[in-house]
């Protein structure tokens, strides 16, 4: 199993190295104790065909790079969309896969059998394949599908070319390689920007619930939702306070299809939507405003912005919830630290500790009045004027 420099290498540590669920489901513990396993992996030797790897710090080192090749495996089968052509419980010759996909016959096999040694499909006989519970997660069909984190992952590790580019300028390595913010190039391109609406609800599975759960909304009678995106985080909050009433702001090609899941989902008669860039303004007419994973795909400066906006519609006696990761101390593994090293690298932002997030809401004339943890790998930090 491996993790680490997979994050930095593509896919990474959401699938491969077998920790899909502890950081889908946002546990930490279970994020730790996977890691615990992991290092007493890496004091093994690593032996094939009696042909025995160095063992300790080089071969640790090593597997940690053999994860890049594993993400990136299992993002072009997510896209090849070959979970699917295998269905849910069959089996299916890699002739045949690979005739579907248009792909090299060898070569697919040779690929699907590296997935299988680390869990994902299973090889049969006659080279034939079948799912596991990990490669089942990569069908289109299966709930909290991971096939769309796979391939939006795919499209943006494309960006970790310039990896050297960021480490020099802090810079976010998409934009030098694609020419253009992160943002700006899914406005451009309609396709990527479903594809990311996609992966959003499988990357943070289990979040909205854990918030809702940890942190008492009863008393809001309207909730802003800032930069909402599809209308997940305000549609699950209406859901569960039925006298609560909405209101979901982003910009007009995301509002359009936001609308579309508001009424599916039955909460539009309680859910204005405006159409708006946070860095110009923020509605007013709420009491309480929300942001959840915004402030984290920006930079200090432009956080600050932001925040200042919402300080401008937040009335006497308001708050404003800042739905982050907070980054912990010490060595221990967090997926807050991996999620930090993917936001540097894709839309040049940042996952903060709680001291920097009360001097970033300080600089905007906030006060923390409290942080609240979630079962999830977020916590919700309230925030007051003064």
Not at 313 to 321: E, I, N, S
Request: glycine content about 10%; some cysteine; charged content about 20%.
């Amino acid at each position: 199993m491996t993790h680490a420099l997979g994050l930095a290498q593509g896919v990474v540590g959401l699938f491969a190295g077998r920790v899909l669920e502890p950081l889908l489901v946002n546990v930490p513990e279970l994020f730790g104790s996977t890691l615990a396993a992991h290092r007493r992996l890496q004091r093994l030797p690593y032996s094939a065909g009696g042909i025995r790897m160095g063992r300790d710090d080089n071969h640790a080192l090593l597997q940690m790079f053999f994860a890049a090749h594993l993400s990136q495996a299992v993002g072009q089968v997510a896209e090849l969309g070959v979970a699917d052509l295998i269905g849910e419980d069959g089996t299916r010759p890699v002739s045949d896969l690979a005739s579907e996909t248009s792909c090299h016959e060898r070569t697919l096999y040779r690929v699907m059998r590296y997935l299988a040694s680390h869990g994902i499909f299973v090889e049969q006989d006659d080279r034939a394949f079948g799912h596991t519970s990990l490669s089942k997660a990569l069908r289109s069909g299966a709930e909290d599908s991971f096939r769309p984190v796979a391939r939006m992952l795919q499209m943006v590790s494309r960006g970790l070319a310039g990896f050297a580019h960021t480490l020099k300028t802090e810079e976010s390595a998409l934009a030098h390689v694609f020419g253009e913010p992160m943002f700006e190039y899914l406005s451009k391109h309609p396709d990527a920007a479903a594809m990311f609406d996609a992966a959003m609800p499988a990357f943070h599975v289990g979040e909205i619930d854990a918030m809702l759960d940890a942190y008492d909304f009863s008393d809001i009678a309207t909730l802003a939702d800032i930069g909402g995106g599809s209308g997940a985080v305000i549609t699950g909050v209406l859901q569960r306070h039925s006298e609560m009433r909405g209101v979901l702001f982003d910009l007009g090609h995301v509002i359009g299809r936001a609308q579309e899941n508001l009424a599916r989902d039955g909460v539009a008669h309680r859910c204005r939507t405006v159409e708006g860039s946070f860095f110009d303004t923020v509605p007013d007419g709420a009491e309480a405003y929300l942001m959840r994973h915004i402030i984290h795909d920006w930079s200090d400066t432009d956080s600050i912005r932001i925040l200042e906006n919402c300080r401008k519609a937040v009335p006497p006696g308001g708050r404003l919830l800042i739905v982050e990761t907070v980054v912990p101390g010490g060595n221990d593994p967090s997926p807050a630290k991996e999620m930090d090293v993917m936001m540097l690298l894709y839309p040049g932002g940042m996952e903060r500790t709680e001291t920097e997030y009360r001097e970033l809401v300080a600089a905007a004339g906030f006060e923390v009045a409290g942080v609240t943890p979630t079962a999830s790998m977020v916590s919700v930090i309230e925030s007051r004027p003064v």
